[in-house]
């Protein structure tokens, strides 16, 4: 199945010499919800604006069904884009800000009305028609914003962090109602955020980025149980994994003062390998459980912090120098200032190499 979307090796190099993104390649299908996530910095914004045409491509192709659009304008490329600030006309009411693209294309008023009567249900924007964006609260302006993409009908919709500035609560229902609206819609859709958590519940696949590189592409599922290296293990995870570092002696290595046995991750082959050498050991705070259990591997730790959280317990925790969280069920929170024992059953260790920081399968 050829792709709808194609990047191929596209750079963006500033005319000081920077260079944004590196050697970007990616093939995303029709109707596909694609998130771009990383760190602040890390190009994300920047590729999704190459995308939309607001950008130059410094080299590289970008296609779209096959055709190469480098050279043509926003417009020309059938894409609708939602920004972080939502973009609406202060002056302009709801019904105005939605029907404006409509209104410039000069479609009969008739249409427009029907169209953005059909929007505003979709989104729950009926009754609020004739207000301006100041007297909405910023999830509705968000739904505005979102429907004013719609209505153009476009095939590709661009989103750059378009819930970063809505609470804690409204974020969560913004996250499902874009879902929704996708799936309603079919169209596809490239989102960028630096929130883990958005790109967990939304996306078809995930992009992660850092300093401009492409680290690791694929499900939520395929980054969260397969990362390929300590950054995408660290990055994917809330909280994230606990990484510690040490050096394999006779098959083992030291956590704190705890001793690993990893042979019974490590062939012997790549035991004899990394002799000597210092390799990451890593475990999510979720995959720990109390006590010790046979066949995994046993930690002695104190405990520092507990905050409740409802559902689970987040146990902030002293490995002899090693801090970690670890996630546990909330009846079995322990006190603080104890030592405590627990498990890390073998499925849940993740070994990376110590250069060059991938993970050793």
């Known amino acids: 199945m050829a792709a709808y979307l ?9 005319p000081n010499g920077f260079h944004a993104v590196h050697n970007f390649n990616l093939e995303i299908q029709k109707g596909e919800f694609i ?11 920047t590729t999704l604006r190459m995308i939309a045409g607001l950008e130059d491509i410094s080299n590289g192709d970008f296609l779209i069904d096959g055709d190469r659009v480098n050279e043509k304008g926003p417009r020309e490329r059938g894409i609708a884009m939602v920004f972080q ?76 962090e378009p819930l970063s500035n809505l609470d804690a609560k409204q974020r969560v229902t913004m996250r499902s109602e874009i879902t929704q609206i996708h799936q309603r819609t079919g169209s596809t859709t490239i989102y960028v955020t630096h929130d883990q958590t958005e790109a967990m519940t939304m996306a078809d ?22 990362p390929v290296n300590v950054f995408v293990a660290g990055f994917i995870g809330e909280p994230p994994m606990n990484f510690a570092s040490g050096v394999v002696k006779g098959g083992k290595i030291k956590i704190g003062e705890n001793t690993v046995d990893l042979s019974k991750k490590l062939s012997a082959e790549q035991i004899k390998e990394y002799e000597g050498k210092e390799i990451v050991f890593g475990f999510r705070p979720e995959a720990v459980v109390l006590g010790e259990v046979e066949g995994a591997a046993v930690i002695n730790a104190s405990v520092e912090l507990t905050e409740l959280l409802g559902d689970n317990t987040n146990v902030y925790v002293d490995i002899q120098g090693v801090k970690s969280i670890l996630k546990i069920d909330p009846h079995d929170t322990p006190e603080t200032d104890i030592d405590i024992k627990f498990s890390i059953p073998q499925e849940s260790i993740y070994l990376f190499d110590g250069e060059t920081e991938n993970v050793i399968k």
């Open 6 to 14: 194609t990047l191929k090796n596209i750079n963006k190099i500033y």
């Open 85 to 160: 600030s939502y973009a609406l006309y202060p002056q302009m009411t709801v019904y105005d800000n939605l029907a404006f693209g409509l209104t410039l294309q000069g479609v009969d008023e008739d249409v427009i009305e029907g169209k953005v009567q059909n929007v505003a249900k979709i989104l729950g924007l009926t009754d609020y028609l004739d207000r301006l964006p100041k007297a909405l609260s910023g999830g509705q302006r968000q739904r505005v914003a979102v429907g004013r993409a719609l209505i153009r009908k476009v095939g590709i919709f661009l989103m750059d």
């Open 35 to 45: 998130i771009f996530v990383g760190p602040s910095g890390c190009g994300k914004s």
């Open 205 to 226: 696949r995930i992009v992660v980025m850092k300093e401009g590189y492409i680290q690791q592409v694929g499900s939520p599922y395929e980054l969260y149980f397969n």
